[in-house]
Structures are given as C-alpha cells and as structure tokens.
C-alpha cells in the first residue's frame, strides 16, 4: 500500500472522527437548551418548612457532659410549584442544641408530595445520655433556669423532582429549623398534656437543596 492511501485513509478517519464530536457537542447543547428552556418556563421552588411545634417530655442533664431528651417536633412542608412533584427519600430528623446533636436520627417514611401540596410528619426525637462538651451541659442548665432553651432540630435526605412522566436524579435535602422553647414559663406559653408540655412555635425553617 502506497504512502498516499495510507495518508487518505489516515484523513477520512480524522474527518470522521470530527463529525462524530460535532455531532455529540451538538446533542448536548440542544438537550442542555431545552432543559434551560424547561426549567425557565416551569421555574422551581424549594419546598417550604415550617416547625409548627414542639413537645418536650423530657430535657434533662443527667451529669455535666450528658444530656437526655425526649421530644416530638412537628414539621409541615409545603410544594410551592404547581407544575414540579417532589419525591422525599432517606429523609430523617435529629435534634442538636449549640452545634452538638442530643438526639438520634428518626426516619420519616418515603412519601410523594404533589403540586402545592403539603405533608405534616411528627417524628420523635429521642437521646439517651448523649455526651456533650461540659460547657454545653452547663449552658443548657443555665438556659433552664433563665427560661427558655434554642434547639435547632434538622431533616436531612434527598429530593427528586417529578415534571409529568419525567423524573430527576437524587438532590441533597438539608433543613434546619430553630426551635425557641420557653420551658421556663410553661403554665402561660406551653399546654400541659400528662408528664409533657406542647409548645406552639410556627417557625419558619431553612432549606438548601
């Protein structure tokens, strides 16, 4: 074979090869295009959280770098998008009070959440002596005494976005909601229900999708 057909063939291969990755590149704008085009018309939200309230049954400190809690927070979230299901899954709830969890993590079940509606769970937050540092241990007696207690109870999971038939991969879900207790004045704020006092909060949570 003479050097000229190689240096042909070695040329229609190159060619080829380029309009094979012009033809690629030009797949993956057109998809990336309608899915701006798509995601524009249809404009996403975040769901919206609100902490609704809180149940305290128990929120003690068993020594000075041990706390127990016992507490049911209830938890609405709102689909804010008419046209955008969002399906929660591994979503989970845990109590933390300054930055250190006091609370093992409670699964909430999978569920499906449809346009502009709303889901209500009411997970139980429970730990028993949990280690903490002992400066936290002692804030928390001094919170008691002064009144009031700021527990920042999180939801953790993923997200998947539901527009007709289509539905997106998994998103990281991560909720925060502060929770501001005034367990030092609960005759006037909270209801006595049995060994528990139920405190309404209606606070707004933070959402990062």
Same mark, same amino acid.
């Given at each position: 074979?003479?050097?000229?057909?190689?240096?042909?063939?070695?040329?229609?291969?190159?060619?080829?090869?380029?309009?094979?990755?012009?033809?690629?590149?030009?797949?993956?704008?057109?998809?990336?295009?309608?899915?701006?085009?798509?995601?524009?018309?249809?404009?996403?939200?975040?769901?919206?959280?609100?902490?609704?309230?809180?149940?305290?049954?128990?929120?003690?400190?068993?020594?000075?770098?041990?706390?127990?809690?016992? %507490?049911? =927070?209830? !938890?609405?979230?709102? *689909?804010?998008? /008419?046209?955008?299901?969002?399906?929660? $899954?591994?979503?989970?709830?845990?109590?933390?009070?300054?930055?250190?969890?006091?609370?093992?993590?409670?699964?909430?079940?999978?569920?499906?959440?449809?346009?502009?509606?709303?889901?209500?769970?009411?997970?139980?937050?429970?730990? %028993?002596? =949990?280690? !903490?540092?002992?400066? *936290?241990?002692? /804030?928390?007696?001094?919170?008691?005494? $002064?009144?009031?207690?700021?527990?920042?109870?999180?939801?953790?999971?993923?997200?998947?976005?539901?527009?007709?038939?289509?539905?997106?991969?998994?998103?990281?879900?991560?909720?925060?909601?502060?929770?501001?207790?005034?367990?030092?004045?609960?005759?006037?704020?909270?209801?006595?229900?049995?060994?528990?006092?139920?405190?309404?909060?209606?606070?707004?949570?933070?959402?990062?999708?």
């Amino acid at each position: 074979m003479s050097e000229k057909v190689c240096d042909h063939h070695e040329t229609v291969r190159r060619n080829r090869a380029r309009r094979w990755a012009a033809a690629l590149l030009t797949f993956v704008f057109v998809v990336a295009l309608v899915v701006l085009i798509v995601w524009a018309i249809l404009q996403p939200k975040k769901p919206r959280f609100t902490l609704q309230d809180a149940t305290i049954f128990n929120l003690n400190i068993s020594a000075a770098n041990v706390i127990s809690a016992t %507490v049911q =927070v209830t !938890v609405s979230s709102r *689909n804010p998008n /008419a046209r955008i299901g969002v399906y929660y $899954d591994r979503l989970s709830a845990y109590a933390t009070y300054r930055s250190q969890q006091i609370s093992y993590s409670t699964a909430i079940p999978n569920v499906y959440q449809g346009h502009k509606d709303v889901n209500v769970w009411s997970p139980f937050l429970y730990g %028993v002596d =949990v280690p !903490v540092a002992p400066y *936290n241990g002692a /804030a928390l007696a001094q919170d008691r005494a $002064d009144g009031a207690v700021n527990l920042l109870v999180k939801m953790n999971g993923r997200v998947r976005w539901k527009v007709g038939s289509f539905i997106s991969g998994r998103y990281h879900l991560h909720v925060a909601c502060a929770a501001y207790i005034p367990v030092g004045n609960s005759k006037n704020t909270g209801i006595v229900v049995g060994n528990s006092v139920k405190y309404q909060l209606s606070q707004r949570c933070s959402v990062n999708v």
